[in-house]
Structures are given as C-alpha cells and as structure tokens.
C-alpha cells in the first residue's frame, strides 16, 4: 500500500483510516490484478519510482501558469522525460506510458503528437529506404514531427481535403500548395511551435489527374527553427483545454519537396511521373487504430484518477447529519452520492478488466494487416471505432459527474478534476468524432446482419458471434430469467441483436418506399443506427468482462484460449468483490437501457424496479470497500495532484495551501482598486 | 433584423443568405414574443445600443488573457458599466441585466456578487434604520459587499457553520472568530480582492447559549483597501471558469464589531445582550429565491447564446456527401445533427415561453414574504430550487452538446462556447448543489402527497393540481390517448404523479418495516425522490408552456385571469411554428422518460417507437426555419463573441483572423525552442 507522497509524515486522517480498516479483501492483490500481475505492479511501480525520484523530472504547480509558462514548462518536462527514456533504455510502450504519465500527469505536448502519431503513421506508410534515412533523424531529435491531415475546412471527411501536391516531372518534385483559406491546415498538434518537419495529407497530382489522398513529409521549419520558404504557420490560440499543446496552422505557398518525400510504402510516384496505386487502400487504416486504443486507454485511467479523488474526499467530507442533531454524515452514505459514484466505480473496474481482452484482439489485427492481411481490419476499424466513442465520452462524462460530487470544492482547479476534464474531452472529438465513428461501426453491423440473414453458418468473429446466437433464438419471445451474470450478459446481446434487426428492418421499409435514394434512407435511419453501435459495444464489453471473471475466456472472444491469468488465480475475497462490482456495472448498463428492454418486452416492469432495489442493495454491499477499491488503484499522490484526493485525506488543509499560491494573493491590494474603484468612489461621493 | 456587428460591410455567407429565405414566418414578430412584446424588444436594442456605443464599454478580447489580466479588465469594465447605469439612470432590473450582459457577456465580476447577492440581502435582513446608515455608503461605492456564508467545512449544512459571534455586553460589540481550518470561509465571491465589507453568517452566542446562525455586517477592509486587523483574507486561486471573479477565503481572529451590526430585521440582541428571537424563520429564505430565479434566466440566457452559434455553424459547415461524389452536405442536413440541435433549440423556446409565468408566481410569493405572509414561501422554495436544478444542468449539458456538434473547432476558445460552459457549469452548484435542491422539493411534495391522501378538497396550488385530478383518477389505468398538446402534458402529469406516489409507497412499506429510523428510509429512497422532483418540475414546464401557447392561461396556473398577450396576439404563423417546437420540446422530453412511462404501462411499446418517428418528422418540418428561430433571438455578433456564430457566417476567415492573436504567436521562434530543444539535439547527436 502507497504512503501519502507530498507529506509523508502526516498522519492519516482518522475518517479515511478507519475507511482502510473496514476492507474485505487484500489490496496489494487487487492491485495485481489490475496491473496484470505482480510483476507488471512491480516494474510499473519501479518504472514510476525512476520518475518520481529524479529533480529534473520535478516542477512548479502548472495551474497557477499563464498558457505561455504551461507550454514552456510541459515542453521542459516532456524534453527531460524523453531524455530519461533515453537513457534508463526504455523502449517498452507500457514503461514509456508509466513514465510520462508519472512527469506529464494527464497533459499532452507537441512532443507527444510526434512520439504518438507522427512517427507510427511514418513507419506504417514509409518504404523501408525511407525509415533507414528518416529514422536516424527522429532518433536524434533532429526530427520532430506533427501529422497535417485536418484543415480549416475539412476535419471528418478526408477526401474532401485541398491542400494540392503536384507533382513536376521536370524538376522530380512535388509542388505544395493551400489554394484557399479553408485548405489551411488546422489544428495540428505540434505544429504551432514544437515540431520542425510535418506529415502532409494532400491531393497528388501526377499528369493532371487527381490520384487521392497521400501523405507527403514536408520540412516546415530550418535549422534555426525559422518557417522555411513559403511557409506560414503558428499556433491556433487558446482552447478549453490541452493548452500545453501547441496545435496549429499552416499554409503552403507552392512549396517544392523532392520526389522520395512522399510516403511510398503502397502508392509511389515514378520519376517520369507515373502513379502506382497501391494493392489495397484499406492499409492505410492501420495507423489510426492504434491511435484509438491509446485514447481509450487514457480514457480508463483519467476515470481511475477522478473516481479516486472523490472517493476519497466523499469519506473525509462530512456534510447534513441524516439523524437530528446527531454528528454529522460522511457525504458517502447518501444513496444519492452512492447512485452517483459507485456505478463509475464500477465502470473503472469493468473497463480495467475487460480493455486488455479488447486490445489484445485489436493488436493482433493489426499486426496482421502489417503482414499484409487485411480480413480482420474491417471488424477492427468498426469495434476500436465504437470503443474509443464509447469511453472517450464515458470518460468526460464521469469525471463531471466526479466533480460535481465535490460540491463546490471540486470547481477548484486545485481539486484536478477541471483539469482531467478539459484535458481528456478533447479526445471525445480528435481522431474521430462521435457520430461520425459510431456510423462507420453501424456500415459494419449492417453489413454483417444483412450477411448473416443470408447465411446462418457464417464465420464470424468472437465479438460478433452473439449475432448468430441471439438470431437462432428469434422467434422465441425471450424474459430476463434472472440477475446472475450469464442472464445479464444475455440481455445486453439481446438488445444489441434486436436494436440492429430493427433498424435493418426500419431500412429495408424505407429502401422499398425510396427505392432508388439509398442515401436518404441512411440517413433517415442514423439516429437508429448510432444507437445500435452503442448497444453493440455495450454488448462486447459486457460480454468479455464476464468471460474474464469466470475465466472462461475460449475462443469465442479470446485470440488465445487459455483462460486470463489475472483473474482466475485471485483469492476467493477479490473474486467476490470484482463480481459484485460486475454485476453493479451490468445492473446498471442495463436499468439505463430499460426503455429498450421494455419495448421489446424482455424486462417486466416488476423487473425494472428489482434491477434499481437491486443496485441500491449492492451499493450497501460495496460501501465498506470503497477506499480500498481506488487505494487499488495504487495512485501516487503526485499522479492525483489534488487537494482533495491525496491518500492522507487533509482537504482542508490542503486546499487552505494551495490557494495561497493564487497569483492575485501576490499583491494585497489589487491594482484595480487603485485604478478603478477608488476614483469611482471619488466621483460618486462628489456628485452626492 | 440585425446585420453583423463585427464588419458591417462584409457581405453574408451565401448558404446563411439561402436558409433566410427559406423560413416560414416572420422573424421581427418572433422576436417581439420572445422579449415579451414589441416595446420590450425596442427597449432592449435602445439599452443594448447605449452599451455597444460607448467606447469605454470596449476592451481587448479577453481570451487571449492571464488571469490577473482577464480580473483587472472585467472589473474595469464593471465599474463602468455600473458609472454609465447611474448616469443614463438604468434602474429597472431587466435593463441593468440588458446593459451588462453586452458590457460583460457571460462573464461575472467580485462586483456581481455586490449587485446580486449581497445587497438583495442587506435590504432583506437588515432594519429601516440600518439600511438608514447603510445604503448610501452603497450608493456611493463606498461599500462593496460580499455574502460570506460558505466554509471549507460547510457549505450545504448552513446550521453547520463555525464561524462565532460572541456578543460582549460590557464592549456592546460582537467577536467575530474562526476557530478552526474547516471554519475559514471559503468561495466567498468577491471577497478575495473587490470586497470592502462582508456579510458574515456566524453562530450568535448570547450568554454563552448558541442562538444560531445569523448575519453580521463586517468591515474587513480600510481605506487604503489594507485588511482589519484580526483579518486574513485572500483569493483561493484558479477555477474551471469564471477566473474573471475573485472568490475568496476569510479568516476572523477575535474581530470586534459593534453591536448595531448585526442584520437586526427579525433577530435581535438588545444593548444587555438580551436575544429576541424573529416571529418566524422562514423569513430569512427569501433571499435565495431571487438568486435561483437569477440563476435559472442566465441558464436560459446562454442555451440562447449557444444554440445559435451551433445552428449557424452547421448550416455553413460542409462536411461529406450523403450521395456518392456530390456536391457536400451542411451538417445540419445529418438526421444525427438535428437530433443533438433541435431538441435544444426547441428547449430554448420552451423555456423562453414558460419561464415568465413561473417567474411571475415565484415574485408574488417573494413579494408577499416582504409582508410577512409566508404561506407560499414552501412551495416557492420548492418549485424554485427544482427550477434552478433544471435548468443550469440542462443549460452545462446543452452548451457541450452544442459546443461538441461544432466538431474540433467547438474546442477553441474563439467559438465561445468553452467560455459558455466553464462559466455557466458553475452555476450548477453554486447557491445549492443539485442533489440538495431537490431533496428539499422532494420534502414539500411528500408532504402535499400525504396532506392529499388524508383530504381530497385540499387548496392546491396552481403548480401541484394535477396531483389532485390524477389522484382521483388513480384508480382507472391509463393510456396515452394521441400526440395532441394536451394529451402530452397528462403524460407529464401522470408520470410526475406515479413517480412521487411510488415513492411514497415505498417509504410507508420501509417505515413499517424499520419503524423508528424514518432517517434511514428517507436516505434509502433519496435516488428515487430526486427522481420524483425532477420529474415534478419537468411536469411544470409542460403544463405552463402549453398554457401559454393556447392562451388558455386560467387561474390554474397564473396568477392573473388574463391571457398572456406575447403569445395570444401572435399570427397564425407564430403560432404553427411555436406549436411545432412545443410538441418537439414534450415528445422529445417523454421519449427520454419513456422508460418510466412504459413501466406504468401509460406507453405501449409502439407508442414509444411513433414518437420517435414523429420526433424525426418535425425535425423536416422545423429544419428550413431553423436559421430564423435563432436569428430571432436577436443576438448581436458582440453578444456572442464566436468565429463560428456570427450572423453573416465567414467562420473560416473569423478563425484565421483569430488565431493571430494567440500570444504564442509574438515569437516566431518559441523559447522552448533554445532553451530545451536544440540542447537535446546537440547532446543526441554527440553521443550517436
Ligand atoms: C484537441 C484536438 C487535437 C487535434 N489534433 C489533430 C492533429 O494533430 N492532426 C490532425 O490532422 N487533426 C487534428 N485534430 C482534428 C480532428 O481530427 C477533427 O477535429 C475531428 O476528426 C473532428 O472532425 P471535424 O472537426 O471536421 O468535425 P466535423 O466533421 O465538422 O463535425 C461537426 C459536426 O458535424 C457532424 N458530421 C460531420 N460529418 C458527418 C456525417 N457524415 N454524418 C453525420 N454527421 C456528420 C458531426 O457529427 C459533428 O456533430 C484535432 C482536433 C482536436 C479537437
Ligand atoms: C463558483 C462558486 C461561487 C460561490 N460563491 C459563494 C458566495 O459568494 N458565498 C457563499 O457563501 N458561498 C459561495 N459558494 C459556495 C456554494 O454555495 C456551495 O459550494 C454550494 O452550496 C454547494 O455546497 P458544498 O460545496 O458544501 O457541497 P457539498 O454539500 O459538500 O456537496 C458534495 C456532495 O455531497 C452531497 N451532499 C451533501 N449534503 C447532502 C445531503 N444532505 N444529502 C445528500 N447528499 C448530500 C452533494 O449532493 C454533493 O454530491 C460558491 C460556490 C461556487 C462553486
């Protein structure tokens, strides 16, 4: 178990000490579970330690920061943590992740854009001639990329981008150029002042013809860090938040790059100018999955952090006594704080457990699309699409929810939730907004519903397979039968089935009313289908937290067959919390969804209200594990940073020190008195 | 009509040009409904104009701002926007609202807090002669006040508070004092630079007997604007929004006042310390109630603000084809669009239309308090809270709904809409957290429900009613007859009625059970209370805007017999186009209910599914106006302040222009550049 690490001699709080007292199962265990193992909690405790242990790595309370500074100091930290990385040999994603997040917290940099996207999209769409060139440079520093994709005009459909390459025979040169104020490339991270080279979506032009969307490396910035010729770019200004990242413009006034600057892993450009299409364009996809399994990962831990912090600061703060003028109340034992808190809590687990199967999956797709397979790519665009919707929005979601059951207290920045908010809702629109990803998922669930009408052999994936189950059994009317988790897991793929078959049906209506407007009927069924690849993942991630906990993880949703590791040797006392609190995330999910449920007749209105008493009687059950649940998480204080959730629990006190570093405390008296209240006071008192 | 404040020569965006074309009413009319009739618009643009024209109104965007920055501009601004309200003599409360909110726009200073909060409450607490003494040091800017009620231990639990009064008969002065970390007040808005004075609530103790909790009147800064002595006091630093106000932290060593500075209306403490208690305590709410009404017009206010920046924006952002190669498509044509919008839109009118006849009723009952008749303070205390709950969550939620619908550039600060919710998303828990607010409804209507089962003749007010006529038909079950306006207001009214007769049961099954602890079975039905009083202040809304729009506005629900004249007056086609947003707002807000509704078998299964498909058939009907209905709202562009809301629509040359000024700009090479950057470099290529 973590000591406090801001003060490591304070004692604990009484409130949270006894909290710790009343646990019912082994922390450090839980924590390994989590983690993966015992050795993965121990190297990430040892990578954190590298961190945490190194002044260089150490710097002033950025909250109290102008944008200026903030980009300034983030910037040192990422440099001096790259260093780091550099020089302890880390090269393994996980470390790096552990690491950064024990410098960086939840803030991104320019420098994070480069390692996270730049340099993947490089090596994914580069010739092996290429990267031995390019690579040294990244390897260096002498390269610092960002990826130009987005412009002012044109974020979500890609193909209607303008920026132009076009390609000159006569000198073996592709010509940039913005031909508009909409072709303006926009909101680039890294772009405004960080990186000094940019991965360049354009239109090619070979022999007057457009051939598409390709991606040029394009040097923006010289040696001295001056705009090279006919570049003009800076950053975008201020947002709501990740205003440690410079995202930026650029506008390219006919820029010259030699030929070999184009991306020529798939398509390639001749000298002479002739244009090679590449075998399949589905490759070029690959790179934007795991930029969505990185978003959802960070979306998992920022809940992990928020449900922390409130857990914590709901045991401290004692507010309203339930009884008359008996001692006050923990804020924790009003239902309504449990109602608002403990399904999050449970969400953090549910997600924590089941992402891994997920990745894992999403991984090996990946990895054989590198192969050159591409059979797996469309279900793995489809289901990291409607994954990193699915907790991106969960995520910003939840950490509101999580401070505003602060109260007032949870405004302050120093509380770090309005911070983890404006941080991580960014990664609710970028790399792919809402609607737009969840109507690519539901283009694949259409596809395979309509497949599957016409053959009911079909092969199809583990995540999938339910689709075939829950047909087979269609024409029998079906109930919930009860509340244990193989009933539950049933419900959430039966509504995901029925919602589908629905809106296929909605469509096939409408397709034979409209006939030739397919367009039209697509889009008057979207809202439907949004919904659909909702309940979908809904459905996957239900589906596979159960089969974890029960360690019956076959082939039907695992790669492997050999059951989890993690949780099938636990103690029986982790097992039955981790399956209570599985059964509150599936109880909740599904009392959320009960209008669905109800209109299709498989929950009873009876049922409705024994899946809330239900809920209400495990949050009693959960109650007394609650601080031992997010102590699991095993968060350092200084990757909370928050007055309100250090692992002590002296708000107070906190909060009374963090405020004296407010900037407007640096003077006594506020120059605005001096220069508009008090002349305003003469006047006024004149005139009387 | 308004052209464009910004650039009055520009001319507008062709494909805004086309959707004023398109719409089916006259704009001018709308707005005359809206603002309450033809003068009241001319009033407001007179008002508004005053402020727009007078260059000491202007300022620099404050976006681009330091905090402290941002602070010293606001209150400047302030202090003379409050100059020029004396001497164009705006004393009206409507007209002051109108000037600062063009001065101010969504933002608040320490000085809002004197206007809204600490004066209202002098005037309310406070004897004649007091107010004697008191007033024109107001008038004459030489008090500023803050309401200082808040601690770091205590902010819902008022009776909680720490902080003491001691009254010392020998001196006739009270010692005002802190006697702990968790007594130092705390949120205080206005205190931490602005402030001179401070209402302080503090513990009167006379004869060593605790009185509880009353307000003292505190000087806490001299002349010079240096503290008191025995006053420590300062701004508790940097928040989610609302950075333009100074809330402050206070703490009391043994501070002396004399005895005439207890607020002495109803309680006093006589020359010997004697205390005379007030005839009655509920006296002192009346306060809060015009604060929650406040509160509940700014969250109107900036849903306004903000769905007409989103409408716009989507009709001017082109984004994909829906046909394969053809022309793009303005999102706002994506059925998925019009789902996240136009509910909102329809809200925003809903609530313009119902709010002033709530509002009327809620004034009458403060204004009645003022002579000491309280027999509607309960329920104004009740109706008002579940109100302001409503509406500043509803106003958080769709302001990011709006700002995430505007896709990556949402997350500029130049679009506003951040700036909209990291200001408005405060309200949500200032003057009273949520769950609190309606636990406190909840409680007065058990109370209704119970007095209601033991009297079936019982005097009901206009708002609880239709408790009584469902209770007599409680017994015939139910159905949703059509979509007519009427039958949809039954469903509210049936929903709200089950909800809270439910809950009821439940509690009387409980305190049979439990007997004795009626705190426990209180707290165990809390969830479903709240649920209960939501669904009660969403059946207000209903009954009162469809009272409004068919001018059938009896004494059921007005106070007056007369019919409301903004709506009854209207053309026919007013009237068409604000049905239609009506029966969008209701079947909108029972298809989000509809889990509850089927449930109670109200809604069959189909019934649920028409109502969408109805939902999706007005969006068609409502799209070609959309455009107008927010133009008539009649924003100026220097209202919104948004690159991507401006009436004439060039948002990608507002962006550009924008994005100049971020202060990351005024360099061309960024420090981080030398002083981290190239080190790196240089040490990396050495050791290659
Ligand atoms: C913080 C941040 C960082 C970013 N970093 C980068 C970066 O480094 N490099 C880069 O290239 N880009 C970057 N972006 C851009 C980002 O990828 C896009 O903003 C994102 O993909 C959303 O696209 P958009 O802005 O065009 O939204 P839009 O497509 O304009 O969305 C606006 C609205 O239109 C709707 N809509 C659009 N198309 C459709 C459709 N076909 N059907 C139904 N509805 C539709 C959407 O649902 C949404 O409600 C970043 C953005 C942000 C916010
Ligand atoms: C921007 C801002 C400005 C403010 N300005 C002022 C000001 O000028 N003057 C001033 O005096 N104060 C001010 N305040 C303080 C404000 O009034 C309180 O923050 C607010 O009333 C909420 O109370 P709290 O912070 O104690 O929340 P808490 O009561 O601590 O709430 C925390 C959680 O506990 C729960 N909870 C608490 N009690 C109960 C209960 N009995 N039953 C069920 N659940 C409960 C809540 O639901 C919530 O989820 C301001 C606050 C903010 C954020």
């Not at 699309?369 to 665009?381: K, N, P």
């Not at 999938?464 to 189950?469: F, K």
């Not at 829950?470 to 193989?486: D, H, I, V, Y």
């Not at 509150?584 to 899946?611: C, H, I, K």
Request: hydrophobic content about 40%.
């Amino acid at each position: 178990m973590r000591t406090s690490a801001i003060d490591i001699e304070k004692k604990m709080n009484p409130l949270l000490e006894s909290e710790r007292k009343k646990n019912s199962f082994d922390v450090e265990e839980m924590t390994n579970v989590l983690d993966g193992g015992k050795i993965a909690t121990e190297r990430r405790r040892f990578i954190e330690k590298l961190a945490f242990t190194d002044v260089e790595l150490w710097g002033p309370d950025v909250r109290h920061m102008t944008r200026e500074e903030l980009f300034l100091e983030m910037t040192r930290r990422h440099v001096e943590a790259i260093k780091k990385c550099k020089k302890y040999n880390l090269t393994d994603a996980v470390d790096v992740t552990n690491f950064q997040r024990s410098v960086l917290n939840t803030y991104v940099t320019g420098l994070s854009l480069h390692q996270l996207v730049f340099v993947p999209m490089l090596k994914l769409q580069s010739s092996e001639e290429q990267l031995r060139d390019w690579l040294p440079l990244v390897d260096s520093f002498k390269m610092i990329g960002c990826y130009a994709q987005t412009e002012l005009g044109h974020g979500t459909y890609i193909r209607g981008i303008e920026t132009s390459a076009t390609y000159d025979p006569q000198t073996e040169e592709f010509i940039l150029n913005s031909p508009s104020i909409s072709s303006i490339k926009w909101w680039i991270g890294g772009l405004g002042k960080t990186a000094n080279y940019a991965l360049i979506l354009a239109q090619l032009y070979t022999d007057d013809v457009n051939r598409g969307v390709h991606a040029f490396l394009v040097q923006i910035r010289d040696h001295n860090h001056m705009p090279m010729q006919g570049i003009t770019l800076g950053d975008i200004g201020p947002k709501l938040g990740l205003n440690s990242v410079d995202n930026g413009f650029l506008k390219l006034s006919h820029v010259r790059i030699p030929r070999n600057n184009m991306l020529m892993r798939y398509s390639k450009v001749l000298k002479d100018g002739t244009f090679v299409a590449p075998s399949n364009t589905r490759l070029l996809y690959g790179g934007m999955l795991q930029a969505r399994i990185d978003l959802s990962d960070d979306a998992i831990y920022v809940i992990c952090l928020s449900i922390t912090v409130v857990i914590r600061y709901s045991c401290v703060r004692l507010q309203c006594s339930m009884q008359n003028d008996q001692a006050e109340c923990q804020i924790v034992s009003y239902q309504t704080q449990q109602n608002k808190l403990f399904p999050i809590l449970s969400s953090a687990y549910a997600y924590r457990l089941a992402f891994p199967a997920i990745n894992q999956w999403l991984t090996s797709a990946t990895n054989m699309v590198d192969q050159g397979d591409v059979s797996d790519l469309g279900e793995a665009h489809a289901l990291s699409s409607a994954m990193k919707v699915l907790l991106t929005t969960k995520s910003a979601n939840f950490v509101e929810t999580c401070r505003l059951s602060c109260g007032g207290h949870g405004y302050l920045d120093g509380s770090s939730l309005p911070v983890f908010y404006r941080n991580i809702v960014a990664t609710v629109t970028a790399e792919g907004e809402v609607s737009v990803l969840l109507l690519q998922t539901a283009r694949f669930l259409v596809k395979t519903f309509v497949k599957l009408q016409q053959s009911s052999n079909m092969q199809l994936s583990p995540f999938t397979s339910y689709l075939l189950n829950q047909s087979r059994a269609r024409n029998e009317p079906k109930k919930l039968s009860s509340f244990n988790l193989e009933s539950l897991v049933d419900a959430y793929q039966y509504r995901s089935y029925r919602l589908l078959s629905a809106v296929c049906e909605r469509m096939n209506t409408l397709n034979a009313k409209e006939r030739a407007n397919k367009f039209y009927v697509w889009n008057a069924c979207s809202v439907d289908l949004v919904h659909s690849s909702l309940a979908h993942i809904e459905c996957v991630i239900a589906t596979v937290l159960v089969q974890q906990l029960s360690g019956n993880s076959n082939n039907n949703v695992m790669t492997s067959s050999s059951p989890s590791p993690s949780c099938l040797s636990c103690s029986s006392d982790v097992r039955r919390v981790l399956t209570n609190l599985c059964r509150l995330y599936l109880l909740n999910g599904l009392f959320e969804s009960s209008a669905d449920l109800l209109q299709f007749s498989y929950l009873d209105p009876d049922q409705v209200t024994s899946m809330k008493l239900e809920m209400y009687n495990l949050y009693d059950v959960i109650r007394p594990d609650v601080v031992s649940l997010v102590d699991a998480m095993d968060f350092d204080d200084r990757h909370l940073k928050s007055v309100l959730g250090t692992y002590c629990g002296h708000v107070y006190e906190e909060l009374y020190q963090w405020a004296q570093k407010s900037k407007l405390n640096e003077t006594q008296v506020h120059p605005s008195f001096h220069k508009y209240v008090k002349p305003t006071r003469e006047l006024f008192v004149s005139k009387m």
